[in-house]
T-cell receptor
Framework: DSGVTQTPKHLITATGQRVTLRCSPR?????VYWYQQSLDQGLQFLIQ???????AKGNILERFSAQQFPDLHSELNLSSLELGDSALYFC???????????FGNGTRLTVT | AQTVTQSQPEMSVQEAETVTLSCTYD???????LFWYKQPPSRQMILVIR??????QNATENRFSVNFQKAAKSFSLKISDSQLGDAAMYFC?????????????FGTGTRLTVIP
């Protein structure tokens, strides 16, 4: 158990809809990272937060947004969903810039 | 920009044998970290091993070891005495050693099959 909790585990929704994925980092970890893994692909970095502030953006679509709350949990909002958004979405956290990222078990999103 | 390349989409090894997975990376930074993550069929991302670029000694974790060649920007993973449970996707990853934007950059992965 990595200590990173992601909910829900699975999500099935229709095109055009909006969903929210939630992540609780490990206790004490200030940095949260979101990654997208499409079928049989590598992990693509979406966005990073540190103690509530956005630190870095990767290949995140404008239809996607995220935030980190004062209690350090984070949410990734995906709107106007398309079939191509179907993927496994991972959240990871770390305590400092030198420490490894610890990953949650992911949220599998299926857009039909 | 940092890039990580894994040129072997698939590899196979006989149980109890040794296999080496290749990884190269490109960066202009001098101080950084390199990682190997394992992703079994459960899709969890599991940290296998970590290497700090300023350390010349190659990292080792039980049956897993790396060959880190900084000048060549190469970071291969050696798995000794392969076990059935080692079957998974293996991802090489790079991370700069700086505060601020320090996300992991992943390679495309190598699928390892272990043959009984």
């Amino acid at each position: 158990d990595s200590g990173v909790t992601q909910t829900p585990k699975h999500l099935i929704t229709a095109t055009g809809q909006r969903v929210t994925l939630r992540c609780s980092p490990r206790s004490g970890d200030l940095s949260v990272y979101w990654y997208q893994q499409s079928l049989d692909q590598g992990l693509q970095f979406l966005i990073q937060y540190y103690n509530g502030e956005e630190r870095a953006k990767g290949n995140i679509l404008e239809r996607f947004s995220a935030q980190q709350f004062p209690d350090l949990h984070s949410e990734l909002n995906l709107s106007s969903l398309e079939l191509g958004d179907s993927a496994l979405y991972f959240c990871a956290s770390s305590v400092s810039e030198g420490s490894p990222l610890h990953f949650g078990n992911g949220t599998r999103l299926t857009v039909t | 920009a940092q890039t990580v390349t894994q040129s072997q989409p698939e590899m196979s090894v006989q149980e109890a044998e040794t296999v080496t997975l290749s990884c190269t990376y490109d960066t202009s930074e001098s101080d950084y970290y390199l990682f190997w993550y394992k992703q079994p069929p459960s899709r969890q991302m599991i940290l296998v091993i970590r290497q700090e670029a300023y350390k010349q000694q190659n990292a080792t974790e039980n049956r897993f070891s790396v060959n880190f060649q900084k000048a060549a920007k190469s970071f291969s993973l050696k798995i000794s005495d392969s076990q059935l449970g080692d079957a998974a996707m293996y991802f090489c990853a790079y991370r700069r050693r700086k505060a601020g934007a320090n996300n992991l950059f992943f390679g495309t992965g190598t699928r390892l099959t272990v043959i009984p």
